[in-house]
């Protein structure tokens, strides 16, 4: 846990005077989504409060919500654990990443488009790959989808995305092999950032969804392998 807290105290100056259960929340959601509380983690009370210098009522509040996006779950006489995943939990979030990332590919406006951070994560992907960092490419893949995601200028569809992606993480926590999982879709995503640079926008959404079917295809292969193993 200690490991987990680290830079929860920085995080603190985030919520200012205002101190809300919604912003405890979204730092919470952003540390999982980055990957430092991985699935099955019990989340202490008294540290993280501690660290956000949160009362427990505030903290208990923002578990609440974070239980209610799926990400966290409650455990009688036990406590707060992040979230593990079923199989039929990430064909869900494969399915709904499917409806609205290629919707927003097929529904954006003429070129040219706001890349910038589509372009940057692809760069975070590729020097995070040469350093042999393969859960900051997962963390890099997911800040791409992110931005695509924000291509389409709405706040709602960027709330919704930001608990899919959080799940995402808790997904990938379960990849023994990481490295297997991320690499091909560094070229990936440097492909569709690419058919987007060139505006066809068709083509990029053709694209993406034959690239999620095969990402699923992938994390469900590991699923269904630890769950033989565990039986």
Not at 21 to 47: K, M, Q
Not at 72 to 91: C, K, S, Y
């Amino acid at each position: 846990m200690a490991e987990q807290l680290t830079g929860l105290a920085d995080d603190r100056a985030l919520l200012g005077r205002t101190s809300t259960a919604e912003r405890v929340s979204d730092i919470l959601r952003s540390r999982i989504a980055e990957g430092y509380f991985p699935p099955g983690t019990r989340l202490s009370e008294d540290s993280i409060g501690g660290a956000l210098g949160v009362s427990r009522n505030t903290l208990r509040e923002s578990f609440r919500l974070l239980t209610h996006e799926r990400l966290l779950v409650h455990e009688l006489n036990r406590g707060v654990f992040v979230r593990v995943l079923t199989v039929e939990d990430v064909e869900d979030i494969y399915r709904t990443r499917s409806l609205v990332e290629c919707a927003v590919v097929r529904g954006l406006a003429e070129p040219p488009y706001a890349l910038e951070g589509l372009a940057e994560a692809v760069e975070d992907g590729r020097r995070s790959a040469r350093e042999g960092d393969w859960k900051a490419v997962g963390t890099a893949n997911i800040h791409f989808h992110r931005e695509l995601v924000a291509l389409a200028g709405s706040e709602r569809t960027d709330e919704l995305m930001r608990s899919v992606f959080a799940e995402l993480r808790l997904a990938f926590h379960v990849v023994d092999d990481p490295r297997r999982l991320h690499e091909p879709y560094i070229a990936r995503n440097a492909e569709l950032l690419a058919t987007l640079e060139a505006g066809e926008r068709e083509t990029a959404a053709r694209l993406l969804a034959v690239y999620l079917e095969n990402s699923l295809k992938r994390v469900v292969e590991v699923y269904l392998r630890r769950v033989g193993d565990e039986g």
